[in-house]
C-alpha cells in the first residue's frame, strides 16, 4: 500500500519555469511533510518542511503549498536554474508513531534545460 | 559540525553471503534510521535505533538486523543476500524527538 503518492514522475522546464511537483497521502496521523533533493550518487538531502497547522512556507526559491483537507501538498520551485535538476522526493511521518520513519514518495525526476 | 558518514561505498556480494554497513550519525544527533532505495524508487524505511535499541521496524525479514552504538554509530547486517538485496542503503540521523532526518551518502549494494 503505497501511503504517499508522487507526481509527475519526470518533468521538463526552461530555466527560469516553476516546476510544480505534487504529494497526496493517505494516512490522517502524518504530521509532518518533508521534501527531499537528491543528485545522482548522493544521498538525499532535507530541502523544505510544513506542518499542517500552516498552508504554506517559503524559503528562497523553494515553496510548499499544504492543503489539509484534500490531504495534498505540493512544492514549488521558483526561478529554475540548470543546477536545480535532481530527482525530488516528498515524504511524511507522524510524531505518535514514536519512530518518526519517514514514509515517501517515489520521486519525480526534474530536469531544468538551459 | 560534521554529517552523517557511510562505509564503504560500494559493495559488491554473492547471493548467500552476508553484508555489514556501517553509518556514523551528525554531531549531536542520537537517532540513527536505515533505508533502503532501489533503483528508480523512494527510500523505504528499514529500522530506527535509539539508546541501542531498535525503535520501529519497516516490513524488512528478520535477516536484517542492526546495533546502535555508545557513540551512536551504527551497522545494518544483512545475512542470507539475495539478488533483491541490491540497493543503495541510507543512514540518517537524527535528534529523538525531532522530525528532521539527515541522510548520509549511502552504500551502493550489488549482489550477483
Known amino acids: 500500500q503505497q501511503q504517499v503518492k508522487q507526481s509527475p514522475q519526470s518533468l521538463i522546464v526552461q530555466k527560469g519555469g516553476i516546476p510544480i511537483i505534487n504529494c497526496a497521502y493517505e494516512?490522517?496521523?502524518?504530521?509532518?511533510f518533508p521534501w527531499y533533493q537528491q543528485f545522482p550518487g548522493k544521498g538525499p538531502a532535507l530541502l523544505i518542511a510544513?506542518?499542517?497547522?500552516?498552508s504554506e512556507k517559503k524559503e528562497g526559491r523553494f515553496t510548499i503549498s499544504f492543503n489539509k483537507s484534500a490531504k495534498q501538498f505540493s512544492l514549488h520551485i521558483m526561478d529554475s536554474q540548470p543546477g536545480d535538476s535532481a530527482t525530488y522526493f516528498c515524504?511524511?511521518?507522524?510524531?505518535?508513531?514514536?519512530?518518526?520513519?519517514?514514509?515517501f514518495g517515489k520521486g519525480t525526476k526534474l530536469s531544468v534545460i538551459p | 559540525e560534521t554529517g552523517v558518514t557511510q562505509s564503504p561505498t560500494h559493495l559488491i556480494k554473492t547471493r548467500g553471503q552476508q553484508v555489514t554497513l556501517r553509518c556514523s550519525s551528525q554531531?549531536?544527533?542520537?537517532?540513527v534510521s536505515w533505508y533502503q532505495q532501489a533503483l528508480g524508487q523512494g527510500p523505504q524505511f528499514i529500522f530506527q535505533?535509539?539508546?541501542?535499541?531498535?525503535?520501529g521496524r519497516g516490513n524488512f525479514p528478520p535477516r536484517f538486523s542492526g546495533l546502535q552504538f555508545p557513540n551512536y554509530s551504527s551497522e545494518l547486517n544483512v545475512n542470507a543476500l539475495e539478488l533483491d538485496d541490491s540497493a543503495l542503503y541510507l543512514c540518517?540521523?537524527?535528534?529523538?524527538?525531532?522530525?528532521?532526518?539527515?541522510f548520509g551518502p549511502g552504500t551502493r549494494l550489488t549482489v550477483t
Open positions: 540518517a540521523s537524527s535528534f529523538q524527538g525531532a522530525n528532521e532526518q539527515y
Open positions: 494516512n490522517t496521523a502524518f504530521d509532518y
Open positions: 510544513i506542518r499542517p497547522d500552516v
Open positions: 515524504a511524511a511521518t507522524s510524531s505518535g508513531a514514536g519512530s518518526y520513519q519517514l514514509t
Open positions: 554531531s549531536g544527533h542520537n537517532t
Open positions: 535505533y535509539y539508546r541501542e535499541e531498535e525503535n
